[in-house]
């Protein structure tokens, strides 16, 4: 039975992240003595308790109303005050992009152009919301943003943004930290917001924060694409973009022209945002967290929470010891018991391990089962997401509907004028639908495809069953050269040691780069076929693709392509990611790294 922390309402089961506000953790709110469901409880930091945050917390509760319970700000908001102020809100599998942008740095995973944009584009959606009800954010930051495992973002503080930032005089520990933030115009609520919303933007391109009372202009002109691995200076489109956001130069006037821009960059370049391909970055970046995460939760729906119930009182143990953070007393621990559960625990890893030593290790590669287990559950979400673009398209359908009628029924010119703008603005979003809707469907294809050739390759695994165990074994490659040969002998001969020395320089150096396996060919685009454009001669498209451990393509990026409209470098990238490839080793393991890959395009006749 797990350990959990009374809360108010709450059982607080686990914290998922600390920032300067405080800490989010995943809770439980039981029926009786058993689960009901989880959330999400934000609690706060001792520095924002001195500042009066359990005084000031309920003027968060006028705010919830107007966000209207959108998905955005957290759906089923709760406020709860007392001595332990805090919020809740419905759970979401997911980190802070704070979170993101810390385990991306440190692994060296590429986090792109496209990747940017999508997380800007629903922080965005979640500005200009609150700014349409009259309400100012102050504190935006990628603390205040929570990326789900499926690829959406929120922003989890929102309805209480604007009672922090009123104590961010009396918590200086917190202002500091969130200091490259705040640097907006203190006289303009919208300008804060969109300096904010620059910051992170800049923060997610080229994982530096942007530096405090620095020369912004100069930041902006040396920065590069490091996020992307890469020295390139920034697309000149987003460096524009950023300028108008930051520099206090061309400042957007209103929302509506600020979306309008933002719908410019995201949809007129050559980036495809989606919220597929970050749930696909997500579920690699914090694939053990998510297990994890997926474990313990089954866990904590199985418990049997009596002892946390009012009859329970006089139950409780040190089996399950229960903390009030109310002010109310612990309970006294049973050492005996306690004693008991920790030898219990002790055998049953001893009897675990024997159980796997004697019964042997699993026939399927474990990674190619976490694979499939994957897989699947993109499936799922990429079917959800699908069901929601086809809902949008509908609602859209609608509206379009509706304003030609009234633009059918209307005298007036400026009316008519008013309404035709509102029609074309209502077409092109239903084409921008539509084109999601055509990318998602070309993605769940392509997922079928990668989930078949998974399925291929565990029954091929399964076939053979090789009795050395899977991991060191993998590179096969590696197998016929002479090194892993001499290193072979080494526990059953000390003797000629000193022979091995000689050669062992050469071993450590000798790294395998990561290599295409089967390069699938690129359809050629139909977008060229019926521009006409150049079809009698060869085309070129050059990719660097990142390959990860199991060989699969993370991220591909175009490092010669052709411009213009004309697809070959979209169907070059969807016969990257539908080849297969053998990843780097070094020292005998797999190790992430890049490999170039050409696509030629043949003559059309």
């Given amino acids: 039975m797990g350990t959990y922390t009374r809360l108010g309402s709450y059982l607080l089961a686990s914290e998922l992240s600390g920032d300067p ?49 959108a998905r955005i700000f957290g759906m089923g908001y709760r406020l709860e005050g007392g001595k332990s102020p805090h919020v809740a809100w419905d759970y ?9 942008i810390e385990k991306a740095k440190v692994e060296q995973i590429p986090f792109g152009v496209d990747h940017a944009l999508t ?13 349409a009800k009259g309400v100012n954010h102050g504190i935006l930051s990628p603390h205040s943003v929570w990326v789900s495992f499926e690829g959406a973002t929120q922003i989890v503080d929102a309805p209480f943004a604007a009672v922090a930032k009123s104590m961010l005089a009396k918590a200086p520990m917190a202002k500091q930290k969130l200091a490259a933030y705040l640097q907006g115009p203190e006289s303009d609520p919208l300008q804060q917001d969109l ?132 002010g109310h007393a612990e309970e006294q621990e049973n050492k005996k018991n306690k004693t008991v559960l920790i030898l219990g625990g002790i055998a049953a890893v001893v009897v675990l391990g024997l159980g796997y030593i004697l019964f042997g290790r699993p026939k399927v590669d474990p990674a190619l089962q976490k694979q499939m287990a994957d897989l699947q559950l993109l499936k799922v979400q990429l079917e959800q997401q699908q069901a929601d673009l086809n809902a949008k398209a509908q609602a859209e359908a609608q509206k379009t509907a509706d304003i030609q009628k009234q633009l059918s029924e209307t005298k007036s010119a400026e009316e008519k004028a008013k309404l035709q703008k509102q029609l074309e603005e209502a077409q092109q979003r239903k084409a921008d639908l539509d084109r999601q809707r055509q990318q998602a469907d070309e993605q769940q294809r392509q997922l079928a495809e990668q989930k078949k050739a998974a399925e291929a390759r565990a029954a091929a695994v399964a076939q053979a069953a090789p009795p050395p165990p899977p991991p060191p074994a993998a590179p096969v490659p590696e197998i016929p050269k002479a090194v892993p040969m001499q290193e072979a002998p080494k526990p059953a ?113």
């Avoid at 979401?92 to 993101?100: F, I």
């Avoid at 697309?235 to 600020?258: H, K, N, S, W, Y």
């Avoid at 392509?561 to 393991?589: C, H, L, M, Q, V």
């Fill in 21 to 69: 506000l405080g800490s989010i953790h995943r809770g439980v709110v039981i029926a009786g003595s058993t689960f009901d469901r989880h959330v999400l409880v934000r609690t706060f930091s001792e520095e924002l308790f001195q500042a009066g945050m359990n005084t000031r917390l309920p003027e968060a509760g006028r705010v919830v109303p107007l966000l209207g319970g």
């Fill in 92 to 100: 979401v599998p997911g980190r802070t992009l704070a979170q993101l």
């Fill in 119 to 131: 997380v800007i584009q629903g922080v965005a959606q979640g500005i200009v919301q609150m700014q």
């Fill in 195 to 326: 300096f904010a919303l620059g910051a992170l933007l800049y923060e997610l391109l080229t994982f530096e924060r942007i530096p405090v009372g620095g020369d912004l202009q100069g930041t902006l002109d040396r920065a590069t694409l490091k996020a992307a691995q890469e020295e390139a200076p920034l697309p000149a489109e987003i460096r524009a973009f950023l300028g108008r956001l930051m520099l206090g130069r061309q400042p957007f006037p209103t929302v509506d022209a600020f979306s309008a821009e933002l719908e410019r960059v995201l949809y007129d370049g050559e980036y495809s945002p989606t919220t597929f391909n970050m749930a696909f970055f997500m579920h690699t970046l914090f694939r053990e967290e998510n297990d994890r995460d997926a474990s313990a939760m089954k866990a904590e729906q199985g418990d049997n929470y009596l002892a946390y119930t009012a009859a329970g009182e006089s139950l409780r143990s040190g089996a399950t010891r229960v903390e009030h953070i109310d």
């Fill in 493 to 605: 001969a000390p003797g000629p040691m000193p022979a091995a020395p000689q050669a062992a320089p050469s071993a450590p150096v000798v790294e395998q780069p990561a290599r295409v396996v089967n390069q699938v060919a690129p359809l050629f685009p139909l977008r060229a076929k019926q521009m006409r454009w150049e079809a009698n001669q060869e085309h070129d498209v050059h990719l660097r693709v990142f390959v990860g451990e199991q060989g699969q393509p993370l991220k591909v990026m175009v490092k010669q392509g052709i411009p213009g409209p004309y697809g070959f470098d979209d169907a070059a990238i969807e016969a990257a990611n539908k080849s297969t490839f053998a990843p780097a080793t070094r020292d005998g393991k797999p190790v992430r790294a890049w490999v170039e890959i050409l696509y030629r395009f043949p003559r059309q006749r």
